[in-house]
Every structure is written in C-alpha cells, then in structure tokens.
C-alpha cells in the first residue's frame, strides 16, 4: 500500500513538474537590482545658547548676568540610502 502511494505521489510530482511553457507565454526571470533612495532623517544635535538674566545689587541697580546653557534640537538631515528590489526580467 505505502509503495502504490509513494508511487502516485511521485507520478503527480513529475506531470506537475513536466509542464511546458506555450508560446503566449511571456519568460521571464527576477534580478536584484540596486537603486538609491533619498530619505530624510531627524538627528539630534546640541546648541549652545546663553540666557541673559537682570539681577539687582545691594543697591537695587540692575545688571545683567549671562549664562550659558545647551539645547537638544533635532534637524533634518537628507541622506542617499541603498534599496535592493526584485524586477521582472523579461528573455
């Protein structure tokens, strides 16, 4: 019984297999191609800025103070970016 199964299942496999293109048909195969994309990106950068403050003496005359401090902004960076894609070959 196992043989005439095993048997069936290899004859099916090999009409399956067997199959012939007709000529309507277009023959065709994949390549991978390499394009480049241009994508743009959010980077971090830090700035330096200063703060500028009124204080007052014993007196009550103002006068400024100049402090320094850093900032995280983020600004957009463009960058080229390889992509890899399938595409139809046509014979």
């Known amino acids: 019984m196992k043989k005439l199964l095993l048997a069936t299942i290899v004859g099916i496999a090999g009409l399956v297999s067997t199959s012939t ?4 048909e277009p023959c065709y195969t994949y390549k991978l191609v390499t394009c480049y994309e241009t994508v743009t990106v959010l980077v971090c950068k830090e700035i330096s800025c200063t703060r500028t403050l009124v ?9 400024y103070v100049y402090l320094p401090y850093t900032k995280t902004v983020e600004v957009p960076v463009t960058k080229i970016v390889a992509v890899n894609k399938w595409v139809k ?3």
């Open 89 to 91: 070959v046509y014979e």
């Open 55 to 63: 204080e007052y003496d014993h007196c009550g005359n103002p006068y």
């Open 21 to 24: 293109a007709s000529a309507s």
